[in-house]
Every structure is written in structure tokens, then in C-alpha cells.
């Protein structure tokens, strides 16, 4: 069964450290998205890849990097972490297109003191 | 700009009652149009999607959507709903600006009474 599969799944973090989040997809698609989730917001896209070695900025990418080093494997990296960034975190890989279906991880739970 | 509007943060029905989610895009061309359910402590799952052909569009586990082009508006149904159903429901569409993006309304947080 397809799966996409993220990385932990709750981490504490203090201010200022570096925190990466990582994802896996079994699907073999070529796109793959973090987004992050907040009361009253939705899910907002913060990085998206189309595939090995590419990345793209989604609406809200500052503070956070992103890193597809395979067609599996899509880490987002926050270099200094902030409390703001308090949130829980979504991969997501998806099969292309307009009406594309995104698969969706379990999500990472991230607290910044 | 694009948006989704989901105007009802929570919604709470009996077991066995029909059900309405609301949900409005703004766009100037049809969109793609989408429903996600997210179960507690699972990531986001499609219920169903829609582009053009019949405005109404079926599910999965009973769901069905209805696309109004007049009202810009895709709202979520269900005939009789169950516990199970309990989840947070998201509307989206897809529009293509430069790229195609799919932009999430902000949810609405379904509540099955027994």
C-alpha cells in the first residue's frame, strides 16, 4: 500500500536550535509538499519539490529550507527555530496535475520553548 | 485573489442526521474542487473532487457534493451521518498561477452526538 511516512512524530526543540523534519513516500510520485497547520488557518504550504533535487517556495517559506535529495525523500529544516513555529507539520506527496490527490502523512508535532 | 471560504468552525448533528458543510471559493475561472477529511491524529485523506460534468459529485462513505457556479459555492453532504464521521472537514480548490496550487479553506470541525 502506498504510504507517505513522516519523522518523529512529536519533537521539542529549544529557540535558536536546528530542527529537521523528514518524510518518506512509497507512492513514486513526483511531487511532494510540507505544509503546516494551525487553529483558524488551515494548512498552509511552506516548500514543495517536483521531483529529485528540486525545490520551490510555497506561500509561507520563510525561516524554513526544504531538501529532495531523492524521488522518496523530502526533509524540511528549520535552521534556527523560533516559538512561532510551533505547529504540526504535513508532508504530503501527490500523483500531478490539477486534480492531483495528495497523500498525506500522519504529521509531526513540533514545540519550540 | 484566490480564496476558500469555510464559514463554520464547528458543526455539531445527531447520529442519523443529514449534514451540510458549507464551503465558497472565489476565482474567476472554475476551479478544481476538492473535499479532505482529517480523522484525529491522521493526516489529511480526499473525500472527493470535481472539475466539470454532473455538478454532483459522490464520495467515498456516502459523501456527496454539490457545485454551483452561481454561487461559487461547493458544499459538502451527507444523507445520515455517523460517530465515525466525527472529523475536521477541509474544502480546496486547485488554480493554476504559474503553477497549479491548491489552496485550503480553514476547516470545519464535524461533532456526531450519539
Known amino acids: 500500500e502506498a504510504a507517505v511516512t513522516q519523522s518523529p512524530r512529536n519533537k521539542v526543540a529549544v529557540t535558536g536550535g536546528k530542527v529537521t523534519l523528514s518524510c518518506n513516500q512509497t507512492n513514486n510520485h513526483n511531487n511532494m509538499y510540507w505544509y503546516r497547520q494551525d487553529t483558524g488557518h488551515g494548512l498552509r504550504l511552506i516548500h514543495y519539490s517536483y521531483g529529485a533535487g528540486s525545490t520551490e517556495k510555497g506561500d509561507i517559506p520563510d525561516g524554513y529550507k526544504a531538501s529532495r535529495p531523492s524521488q522518496e525523500n523530502f526533509s524540511l529544516i528549520l535552521e534556527l527555530a523560533t516559538p512561532s513555529q510551533t505547529s504540526v507539520y504535513f508532508c504530503?506527496?501527490?500523483?500531478?496535475?490539477?486534480?492531483?490527490?495528495?497523500?498525506f502523512g500522519s504529521g509531526t508535532r513540533l514545540t519550540v520553548l | 485573489a484566490q480564496s476558500v471560504t469555510q464559514p463554520d468552525a464547528r458543526v455539531t448533528v445527531s447520529e442519523g442526521a443529514s449534514l451540510q458543510l458549507r464551503c465558497k471559493y472565489s476565482s474567476s475561472v472554475t476551479p478544481y474542487l476538492f473535499w479532505y477529511v482529517q480523522y484525529p491524529r491522521q493526516g489529511l485523506q480526499l473525500l472527493l473532487k470535481?472539475?466539470?460534468?454532473?455538478?454532483v459529485v459522490q464520495g467515498v462513505n456516502g459523501f456527496e457534493a454539490e457545485f454551483s457556479k452561481s454561487n461559487s459555492s461547493f458544499h459538502l453532504r451527507k444523507a445520515s451521518v455517523h460517530w465515525s464521521d466525527s472529523a475536521v472537514y477541509f474544502c480546496a480548490v486547485s488554480i493554476f498561477s504559474g503553477s497549479w496550487q491548491l489552496i485550503f479553506g480553514s476547516g470545519t470541525q464535524l461533532t456526531v452526538m450519539p
Open positions: 470535481y472539475y466539470s460534468g454532473d455538478p
Open positions: 504530503a506527496s501527490g500523483d500531478g496535475g490539477p486534480a492531483e490527490t495528495l497523500y
